[in-house]
Nanobody, 125 residues
Framework: VQLQASGGGLVQAGGSLRLSCAAS????????IGWFRQAPGKEREFVAASTRTGGGTIYSNSVKGRFTISRDNPKNTVALQMAGLTPEDTAVYYCAADSSIISSSLSNEIAYKYWGQGTQVTVSS
């Protein structure tokens, strides 16, 4: 199982970025995909998650209304479209996957077995 996150970079406050997570080595449709982030000196936190079909999505309160998670199962990719970025969004962003997560655990990082390497997002003020 491999997850490759990309699309990070430096953006000014108020700007947008689109992260992508490319998956390989497993049956993508069987896996829930989540995005998490870790800011310097802070614990990793949940950002968003998509159910296996993409029909269900959840977001943390801090990004709700600004970020959108979407998945393209035929292409084995999940995107995180981020808008209205603030310096508080600065972090390393990780995508994660698991096939056994129940809906009540979508935001729980310990429920995810597979993790990508992370991509840095820096928002300047």
């Amino acid at each position: 199982v491999q997850l490759q996150a990309s699309g990070g970079g430096l953006v000014q406050a108020g700007g947008s970025l689109r992260l992508s997570c490319a998956a390989s080595g497993f049956t993508f449709d069987d896996y829930v995909i989540g995005w998490f982030r870790q800011a310097p000196g802070k614990e990793r936190e949940f950002v968003a998650a998509s159910t296996r079909t993409g029909g269900g999505t959840i977001y943390s309160n801090s990004v709700k209304g600004r970020f959108t998670i979407s998945r393209d199962n035929p292409k084995n990719t999940v995107a995180l479209q981020m808008a209205g970025l603030t310096p508080e969004d600065t972090a390393v962003y990780y995508c994660a996957a698991d096939s056994s997560i129940i809906s009540s655990s979508l935001s729980n990082e310990i429920a995810y077995k597979y993790w990508g390497q992370g991509t840095q997002v820096t928002v300047s003020s």
